[in-house]
């Protein structure tokens, strides 16, 4: 039965044509079923469905309930699956995230230069949440990603590689090298009060900007971080 999304759910949803494709594409065992709206006429992503044995549902009233307002005719229902990350990739850690927006275009970010996994250290938005879904443009699909509930248990499994974190009175970035022969956790801090000043003790970094302004929102600033890593 469709009901709105609530965190500790053990399902999602793939709001959207797309997204439902690369759903189908990039974890097709974790999909449940797939809600396609009378208004819908087919597409990549029924294909798929039809494809993969998944079951196609006709309904309506999914649609008001998930998303009456917005225009979607297709809607995937999928289980939460198992999050990994790599030790032989770098990563993106992102220190209590609050915002689902900002998660999902960093996971988007993260599949767009394709050389780091990310990290999630709770309390943090929901990575499963349809929001944070849909802002990943169903990267959430085909990135490697994990939380855990805090730093010192993310840094104890990997405590091998060099942590890197971005802070208003760092060293500039464009300064920073990045050596191919090491592995970099590029660390960010929450929105509105960024990282506690207990990370200066590796070495803070800072993205050189104008006094017009006091930072760049955090999306932004995962990006160009990782363009820095990617580039070097």
Do not use: W
């Not at 065992?29 to 006709?58: H, Q, T």
């Amino acid at each position: 039965m469709v009901k709105k999304y609530k965190k500790d759910d053990a399902c999602s949803y793939a709001l959207g044509g797309a997204l439902v494709v690369e759903l189908l594409k990039n974890k097709p065992a974790a999909a449940r079923c797939v809600y396609v709206s009378p208004k819908a006429s087919g597409g990549a992503a029924i294909e798929l469905a039809r494809k993969n044995g998944v079951e196609i549902i006709e309904s309506e009233k999914a649609f008001n309930i998930l998303s009456p307002k917005e225009n979607c005719f297709v809607i995937g229902v999928f289980d939460k699956f198992e999050q990994k990350i790599s030790g032989e990739r770098h990563h993106v850690v992102l220190v209590n995230p609050s915002d689902c927006g900002n998660l999902g275009t960093i996971m988007r970010e993260v599949a767009a230069f394709d050389c780091a996994d990310l990290v999630i250290i709770r309390p943090a938005a929901d990575p499963f949440d349809p929001k944070t879904v849909r802002a990943s443009m169903g990267a959430v699909f085909n990135i490697g990603f994990k939380c855990y509930n805090s730093f010192d248990e993310y840094i104890k499994e990997f405590a091998d590689r060099e942590v890197v974190p971005f802070m208003l009175n760092g060293s500039p970035l464009s300064k920073t090298e990045f050596s191919r022969n090491k592995k970099y956790s590029l660390t960010f801090g929450n929105e509105a009060t960024g990282l506690p000043e207990s990370f200066e003790k590796y070495g803070a970094v800072r993205i050189e900007q104008s006094d017009k302004l006091d930072s760049l929102n955090l999306s932004v600033a995962a990006a160009v971080a990782l363009y820095k890593l990617y580039s070097s």
